[in-house]
């Protein structure tokens, strides 16, 4: 059993792959193995949460998740603790292997109780799991409802009941800690899924995915990249911001401060508020330029941040030009409402020019001519249908970033949190990304360790000081 930490990289596996391993595995274990490994590693774990716990609420449901309730309950009550039992169903209708470990928890002496207890130490969630098909009602949903009202920790059987396993959408349970089961599921790492799972475990049941493909990664630390002696500022690339239309130049400032921090070797803005040109930016290091004038075909361009809509008119130079180019904001918003900018998109991956795009759910909408709910109901598939339709990078943004590139599984990032809720911080990502474009890293990646670093750097911003996206963008790269 492991903690899953942002310390390597995981692999993802849908339902469907994981119930083709649990058949294989069936097949090939004698009868009830699962289970019993299952209910073993929950009690274990549920130990570990709460050692000095004395009375424990395992809430099952009508399927195998219940089943694994049961079998740790029995464990539990073995090792002393007061094992307080509820079925939301029919133990009669139960599965076989779930029959099985109500079996073994009659033979134990324990039964189950007719309702929840009024108190508890730790309530394990075992409604529902991979099984969960719809949104959670009648005994099932008042037992969810009295496992918020207790207010201790929840440990999650496999996964939050309620909370769809792919795409981490549904109301679910609010755990405490989830203990994976088998495979790791991407749903528990974004839309509600971080909410949801809280601390997540993982237990392989000594089965491996044999030959089985993950549908998706959660992504491990980037690669770090030590500068040599013998280097000098040409050898990190050139970045380009533009955007910053009037009343909005701190955008764009916010992006190349990031693109210097983050190492760049050269960064111009280009404000496309002319009197912004005029102000002093607070890094000298800084070249301000007219868009017009730069060398396109020689810069990595972060083209939105703040651009309003006078960047529609950039972008029919910027999108054929650029050696490498990430698009956010306004920048997306012209690109989703003009079909010329969309086939210009698409055009730069036939010349093998690196294109970012770095979408929230509402621009990735509007990208995909859907809407807001429909992308986050599966944050997987729309980046994965964003990246295909113009053929390019995508990170959308939100709990739990998704970087999906064409014909390989997305990522989805472990790091970051809801201290990244707050105006400028999308821009300092644009501009990260585009300086790791500009050290020539290949946009995935790029999209990929930016993400990562700008959310690990959230996650270690000392708790007083508050997290204003200037101070994260003087520390990008550190
Ligand atoms: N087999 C094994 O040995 C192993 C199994 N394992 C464990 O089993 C879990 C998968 O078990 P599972 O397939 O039985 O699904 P599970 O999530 O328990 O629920 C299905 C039941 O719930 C019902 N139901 C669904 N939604 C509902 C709703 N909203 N409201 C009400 N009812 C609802 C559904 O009814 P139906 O939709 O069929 O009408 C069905 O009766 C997996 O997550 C892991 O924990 C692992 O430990 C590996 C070893
Ligand atoms: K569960």
Same mark, same amino acid.
């Given at each position: 059993?492991?903690?899953?930490?942002?310390?390597?990289?995981?692999?993802?596996?849908?339902?469907?792959?994981?119930?083709?391993?649990?058949?294989?595995?069936?097949?090939?274990?004698?009868?009830?193995?699962?289970?019993?490994?299952?209910?073993?590693?929950?009690?274990?774990?549920?130990?570990?949460?709460?050692?000095?716990?004395?009375?424990?609420?395992?809430?099952?449901?009508?399927?195998?998740?219940?089943?694994?309730?049961?079998?740790?309950?029995?464990?539990?009550?073995?090792?002393?603790?007061?094992?307080?039992?509820?079925?939301?169903?029919?133990?009669?209708?139960?599965?076989?292997?779930?029959?099985?470990?109500?079996?073994?928890?009659?033979?134990?002496?324990?039964?189950?109780?007719?309702?929840?207890?009024?108190?508890?130490?730790?309530?394990?969630?075992?409604?529902?799991?991979?099984?969960?098909?719809?949104?959670?009602?009648?005994?099932?949903?008042?037992?969810?409802?009295?496992?918020?009202?207790?207010?201790?920790?929840?440990?999650?059987?496999?996964?939050?009941?309620?909370?769809?396993?792919?795409?981490?959408?549904?109301?679910?349970?609010?755990?405490?800690?989830?203990?994976?089961?088998?495979?790791?599921?991407?749903?528990?790492?974004?839309?509600?899924?971080?909410?949801?799972?809280?601390?997540?475990?993982?237990?392989?049941?000594?089965?491996?995915?044999?030959?089985?493909?993950?549908?998706?990664?959660?992504?491990?630390?980037?690669?770090?990249?030590?500068?040599?002696?013998?280097?000098?500022?040409?050898?990190?690339?050139?970045?380009?911001?533009?955007?910053?239309?009037?009343?909005?130049?701190?955008?764009?400032?916010?992006?190349?401060?990031?693109?210097?921090?983050?190492?760049?070797?050269?960064?111009?803005? &280009?404000?496309?508020?002319?009197?912004? $040109? #005029? /102000? =002093?930016? @607070?890094?000298?290091?800084?070249? +301000?330029?007219? !868009?017009?004038?730069?060398?396109?075909?020689?810069?990595?361009?972060?083209?939105?941040?703040?651009?309003?809509?006078?960047?529609?008119?950039?972008?029919?130079?910027?999108?054929?030009?650029?050696?490498?180019?990430?698009?956010?904001?306004?920048?997306?918003?012209?690109?989703?409402?003009?079909?010329?900018?969309?086939?210009?998109?698409?055009?730069?991956?036939?010349?093998?020019?690196?294109?970012?795009?770095?979408?929230?759910?509402?621009?990735?909408?509007?990208?995909?001519?859907?809407?807001?709910?429909?992308?986050?109901?599966?944050?997987?598939?729309?980046?994965?249908?964003?990246?295909?339709?113009?053929?390019?990078?995508?990170?959308?943004?939100?709990?739990?970033?998704?970087?999906?590139?064409?014909?390989?599984?997305? &990522?989805?990032?472990?790091?970051?949190? $809801? #201290? /990244? =809720?707050? @105006?400028?911080?999308?821009?300092? +990502?644009?501009? !990260?990304?585009?300086?790791?474009?500009?050290?020539?890293?290949?946009?995935?990646?790029?999209?990929?360790?930016?993400?990562?670093?700008?959310?690990?750097?959230?996650?270690?911003?000392?708790?007083?000081?508050?997290?204003?996206?200037?101070?994260?963008?003087?520390?990008?790269?550190?």
């Amino acid at each position: 059993m492991h903690q899953v930490a942002p310390d390597r990289s995981w692999p993802l596996f849908d339902v469907a792959a994981t119930r083709r391993i649990e058949q294989a595995a069936q097949a090939a274990l004698p009868p009830f193995t699962l289970m019993q490994r299952a209910g073993l590693a929950t009690a274990r774990l549920a130990l570990a949460i709460a050692p000095h716990a004395r009375r424990i609420w395992i809430a099952c449901g009508p399927g195998n998740n219940g089943g694994d309730g049961l079998e740790a309950a029995t464990h539990l009550a073995a090792w002393g603790k007061e094992a307080v039992v509820t079925l939301a169903g029919d133990p009669a209708a139960l599965p076989a292997d779930a029959k099985r470990a109500w079996e073994r928890l009659r033979q134990a002496g324990l039964d189950l109780a007719p309702a929840p207890p009024h108190d508890c130490d730790l309530c394990i969630d075992a409604l529902l799991g991979i099984g969960a098909a719809r949104p959670l009602q009648g005994g099932l949903a008042a037992a969810a409802q009295a496992m918020a009202g207790v207010g201790r920790p929840v440990l999650a059987i496999d996964v939050p009941s309620g909370l769809h396993a792919d795409t981490g959408a549904g109301l679910a349970v609010r755990a405490t800690h989830t203990l994976a089961l088998l495979t790791l599921k991407p749903g528990l790492f974004t839309a509600g899924g971080r909410d949801a799972a809280g601390q997540v475990w993982f237990d392989d049941l000594e089965v491996p995915a044999g030959p089985e493909a993950p549908c998706a990664l959660l992504a491990g630390p980037p690669l770090a990249q030590p500068r040599l002696h013998a280097s000098h500022k040409g050898s990190y690339g050139d970045v380009a911001v533009i955007g910053g239309a009037p009343g909005m130049a701190g955008a764009a400032l916010l992006a190349a401060s990031a693109a210097l921090h983050a190492g760049a070797g050269r960064v111009y803005l &280009a404000p496309l508020d002319p009197a912004a $040109a #005029r /102000l =002093a930016p @607070g890094l000298p290091e800084l070249m +301000l330029r007219d !868009w017009s004038s730069l060398p396109l075909p020689s810069l990595a361009v972060a083209c939105g941040c703040g651009g309003g809509t006078a960047v529609a008119d950039v972008l029919p130079q910027v999108l054929p030009q650029a050696a490498s180019l990430v698009l956010d904001a306004d920048a997306l918003n012209a690109v989703a409402a003009q079909a010329d900018l969309q086939a210009l998109l698409r055009a730069r991956s036939q010349r093998s020019l690196p294109t970012v795009l770095t979408p929230h759910p509402l621009e990735a909408a509007r990208l995909l001519g859907t809407s807001t709910p429909a992308v986050q109901a599966d944050r997987l598939a729309a980046a994965q249908a964003l990246a295909a339709r113009y053929a390019c990078v995508v990170v959308l943004k939100g709990s739990g970033t998704v970087i999906a590139a064409p014909g390989q599984p997305p &990522a989805i990032n472990p790091t970051g949190s $809801a #201290r /990244l =809720a707050t @105006g400028g911080t999308g821009d300092v +990502l644009a501009g !990260w990304i585009a300086a790791l474009l500009a050290h020539g890293l290949p946009a995935f990646e790029a999209g990929q360790a930016a993400v990562f670093r700008h959310g690990q750097l959230a996650d270690r911003w000392p708790a007083g000081e508050p997290l204003v996206a200037g101070a994260l963008a003087a520390r990008a790269g550190g």
